[in-house]
């Protein structure tokens, strides 16, 4: 199974940009990147995913490296309601998800 | 529309007990995922199951099993609990199988002792 490698923890500031990096260097040719977030005493929360392209949705934007072993999570304006546990996720071939250790973000007022 | 709902919240067993958790997806949604979530291991996943049939399946031992009802409501079963199997149980659901976006319930928070 491919994995990722993701920090431990980040900090930001309010209202700065977030770049939440993930390595994967195993990825496949077929695997999906995704991230999810877990907010404290909730279950994940969807935030995007891609496979080549860059994306963009109202919450965030991925930034996937060309040879596609790693991705960054971009948080244009972090918020304090953004503190949680980011995971970067691979969804191979056969549709199972391996959940990465996740960063988990902290976000000073 | 209301969002994944899992039964129980919370629970408490002994070891060699059996325990049935249940999930409620999304209305209209048809797949259900299953996963388990405990500080060392983080998460992990159980089994998918769509339109009443297991489509994926993690790498636990056979303890652990589920179905899907016609309604697309799901159970999950653990036998012969062990110390090691208290951890938060996550359901969650999507329209399709292999659906990226996956919406999670609150979890149930399963105590062995």
């Known amino acids: 199974d491919a994995k990722t490698t993701q920090p431990n923890s980040m900090e930001s500031n309010e209202e700065e940009p977030v770049h939440l990096p993930c390595n994967h260097s195993t990825i496949s040719g077929t695997d999906y990147i995704h991230w999810y977030r877990q907010l404290p005493s909730q279950g994940p929360e969807y935030v995007i995913h891609?496979?080549?392209s860059n994306v963009n949705n109202r919450m965030a934007s991925l930034a996937i490296a060309e040879d596609r072993k790693s991705s960054t999570l971009i948080l244009h304006r972090a918020t304090l309601r953004d503190a949680a546990v980011y995971y970067c996720?691979?969804?191979?071939?056969?549709?199972?998800?391996?959940f990465g250790r996740g960063t988990s973000l902290i976000v000073h007022p | 529309k209301a969002g994944v709902t899992q039964t129980p919240r919370y629970l408490i067993k002994t070891r060699g007990q059996q325990v049935t958790l249940s999930c409620s997806p999304i209305s209209g949604h048809r797949s259900v995922s299953w996963y388990q979530q405990t500080p060392g291991q983080g998460l992990q996943f159980l089994f998918e199951?769509?339109?009443?049939?297991?489509?994926n399946k993690g790498n636990f031992p056979g303890r652990f099993s589920g179905r899907q009802f016609s309604n697309s409501r799901s159970e999950m079963n653990v036998s012969t609990l062990e110390l090691g199997d208290s951890a938060l149980y996550l359901c969650a659901s999507s329209l399709a199988d292999g659906d990226y976006e996956q919406y999670f319930g609150p979890g149930t928070r399963l105590t062995v002792t």
């Open positions: 199951y769509f339109s009443e049939t297991q489509r």
């Open positions: 891609g496979l080549t």
């Open positions: 996720i691979l969804r191979d071939i056969s549709y199972i998800p391996t």
